[in-house]
Nanobody, 126 residues
Framework: QVQLVESGGGLVQAGGSLRLSCAASGRTSGYAMAWFRQAPGKERECVGTISWSGSITYYADSVKGRFTISRDGAKNTMYLQMNSLKPEDTAVYFC????????????????????WGQGTQVTVSS
């Protein structure tokens, strides 16, 4: 069983930066991981994904060039560096882990992920 705990959210002004962390407990070897977000009244959307090796990453068009996803296997932790934040980035951010596809892929669909964190709030003021 894998447990995921996000941290690093908070309130930041537009143009600022935050780094989110997702600490995993349990075995995650071979797992793909991802960040999703959900704003009030909107569907959950994929922000970015990363394969087990880190060689495959995907980003939503809305965050390309501003957000960077990475992972540290030794610490069993994934990160999301968010720069040039905009008010429309305001949402609850969730990390997720996929136990099946991480050796060769980093899927984009929430349905592909088996484990989820509780989420961390990110609020960007204008």
């Amino acid at each position: 069983q894998v447990q995921l705990v996000e941290s690093g959210g908070g309130l930041v002004q537009a143009g600022g930066s935050l780094r989110l962390s997702c600490a995993a407990s349990g075995r995650t070897s071979g797992y793909a991981m991802a960040w999703f977000r959900q704003a009030p009244g909107k569907e959950r959307e994929c922000v970015g994904t990363i394969s087990w090796s880190g060689s495959i990453t995907y980003y939503a068009d809305s965050v390309k060039g501003r957000f960077t996803i990475s992972r540290d296997g030794a610490k069993n932790t994934m990160y999301l560096q968010m720069n040039s934040l905009k008010p429309e980035d305001t949402a609850v951010y969730f990390c997720a882990a996929d136990r099946t596809r991480g050796w060769h892929d980093a899927p984009l669909r929430s349905i592909d992920y088996d484990y989820w964190g509780q989420g961390t709030q990110v609020t960007v003021s204008s």
